[in-house]
């Protein structure tokens, strides 16, 4: 799985890059359905103003039908913001791949009708 991370307003340090590249890995990894990840960090309201500014953004292509599945974090320190969207990413997977499997198991026919003989 290819991840680009990226940081907005603030140099990315190499300590950020490998915290979000391995949470992130770790968190989408087990689905394997991810083609690529875009990780996108941001500074808020900038560096002199304090409070819960610091927003991870999560974007992962999925493999299958060419969805994508977003999701974001915002704390006062931007690791705990990574892990917050990390959990949120693969949560946000794993229900879509539950609603692939529940779409698949669906009869095709609507309910209440009774299939017509060829």
């Known amino acids: 799985m290819l991840i680009d991370t990226r940081a907005f307003g603030f140099e990315l340090t190499d300590a950020l890059l490998r915290h979000a590249e391995a949470r992130v890995g770790a968190a989408l990894g087990?689905?394997?359905d991810v083609a690529r990840t875009t990780v996108r960090?941001?500074?808020v309201?900038?560096?002199n103003h304090g409070g819960p500014d610091k927003r991870c953004r999560i974007v992962a292509a999925?493999?299958?039908h060419g969805r994508t599945v977003t999701v974001e974090a915002t704390h006062?320190?931007?690791?705990?913001?990574?892990?917050?969207a990390a959990h949120r990413a693969r949560e946000a997977t794993r229900r879509d791949g539950k609603r692939d499997l529940a779409l698949a198991r669906?009869?095709?026919?609507?309910?209440?009708?009774?299939p017509v003989p060829a």
């Open 106 to 114: 669906r009869p095709h026919h609507r309910a209440g009708r009774t």
């Open 45 to 47: 309201n900038g560096q």
């Open 62 to 64: 999925l493999r299958r």
């Open 41 to 43: 960090l941001d500074d």
């Open 76 to 84: 006062a320190d931007l690791y705990t913001a990574i892990d917050q």
């Open 30 to 32: 087990p689905a394997g």
